[in-house]
């Protein structure tokens, strides 16, 4: 007897458990977005995961050309076996080759000639995830649009921006070190 296929579910980018909600909107090819990522998990060590829930959220940019593509990668990667880990793994594969999924100034270069699946591919090949099956699951779309309008909803424009118990936090930049988030997030 066949079985019926499992119901598609994407696992929430959210780490922590902590009663202090730290949300991080964050475009995977930005350079500022990048910095930010990168230090999510120092952020989470040094706050206390009993103290602080970190949520990540997918701020898809026009002007990074490949933001849509990329950005459904990242939420394709949240359906697979590890879930929000998978994803991490490609964000953080993202950001570490970000030239390769990046335009130069935002209109012109190497990724002109670069098709959709050219950059699943090669995101495929940095972050060893499997990525073209779950990238082509219809029912991605309400993930990718719920991202969208959450940001939306709450006056999110640019990224990276940063909201801390569900209120934009203007002082908190991409350049602050680990130390001054915690003192901004507790402060």
């Known amino acids: 007897m066949p079985q019926s296929p499992s119901p598609f579910h994407a696992d929430p980018l959210v780490w922590g458990q902590g ?3 730290f949300e991080a909107f964050l475009e ?11 230090k999510l998990d120092d952020l989470l060590q040094q706050a206390g995961s009993d103290k602080l829930t970190i949520k990540i959220r997918m701020q898809s940019q026009p002007w990074h050309l490949f933001s849509g593509i990329i950005v459904r990668c990242i939420l394709a990667a949240s359906t697979l076996e590890g879930g929000r880990e998978t994803a991490k793994k490609v964000m953080a594969a993202v950001g570490a080759h970000r030239e390769e999924f990046e335009f130069v100034s935002h209109c012109a270069g190497p990724n002109m000639d670069a098709t959709p699946n050219d950059i699943i591919a090669r995101l495929e090949t940095y972050s060893g995830v499997a990525l073209a099956r779950a990238f082509a699951v219809p029912e991605l779309q309400a993930v990718i649009k719920w991202h969208c309008k959450y940001s939306r909803q709450n006056g999110i424009h640019v990224s990276p921006t940063f909201m801390v118990d569900g209120l934009i936090a203007p002082a908190i930049s991409s350049g602050d070190s680990v130390e001054d988030w915690i003192g901004k997030i507790f402060g």
């Open 28 to 38: 995977p090819t930005c350079p500022f977005s990048v910095r930010a990522f990168n």
């Open 19 to 21: 009663p202090t909600v």
